[in-house]
């Protein structure tokens, strides 16, 4: 149990900042790919050049992070149960329909094409996208009942600004926001990405090097 947890942090770390660099790095292999436009699950569509990377990523990516609950339950579980939980579940349930099933159900190039497959995928990704939109207001809350105040306050200003990302995300895609910096989808996915993981990123870290 020591071991799992202590390979927990290191895990979750590798998952987030993989997650980055992955969405950065990939596109420069991808002709036409705009990092700016375009949302990072294109990256893994049938005609895309880095698909299998990409798809090899993100069923790592999931793993990875399902080997963090057991750091995550070790760490919050005595100062509240009930958040712990439910921010595990949060955390698994993103593992697995933003990242497993992304590596299973791949997007088209063209959101005009829907298939079976990309409907899967829209499902999980929105329900994991959602759900891990809050860990950083659950870890806040954990954080503030542990005394830990300066943990507490960068995850509530993440979690505004990862919110207001995802907000900017959404729009994005609606045709009256075409042709204007609103319609960067990709550029808001992966700002709401990183303000997502900061909170767990600083904890990881602390973890790790004791405080």
């Known amino acids: 149990m020591e071991k799992m947890v202590k390979y927990g942090w290191y895990a979750l770390i590798v998952a987030m900042a993989g997650d980055i660099l992955v969405s950065f790095v990939l596109p420069c292999f991808y002709k036409g790919y705009s990092s700016m436009n375009m949302s990072i699950s294109a990256l893994g569509n049938p005609q895309s050049p880095v698909r299998i990377p990409f798809n090899i990523w993100m069923l790592i990516e999931g793993i990875l992070f ?7 339950y070790r760490r919050y579980h005595p100062v509240s149960g009930g958040l712990t939980y439910t921010m595990i579940i949060f955390v698994a349930i993103f593992a ?4 497993i099933f992304t590596c299973f159900f791949s997007v088209n190039e063209s959101k005009e ?3 079976t497959a990309s409907k899967i995928h829209g499902v999980g990704s929105v329900i994991g996208f959602m759900l891990f ?13 542990n005394k830990e105040s300066g943990i507490g306050i960068i995850s509530i200003l993440c979690f505004v600004l990862a919110l207001t990302f995802f907000v900017l995300f959404v729009m ?3 045709p009256e926001f ?7 989808e990709g550029l808001w996915e992966r700002l709401n990405l990183i303000f997502m993981y900061v909170p767990l990123l600083v904890v990881s870290v602390r973890q790790i090097i004791g405080e």
């Open 66 to 72: 399902l080997a963090a609950v057991p750091a995550l």
């Open 133 to 145: 939109l809050f860990v950083p207001v659950l870890l806040a809350i954990l954080s503030f009942k």
């Open 178 to 184: 075409s042709n204007t910096i609103i319609s960067k």
């Open 96 to 99: 697995i329909g933003a990242c």
């Open 172 to 174: 994005s895609d609606k």
């Open 113 to 115: 094409m829907v298939t």
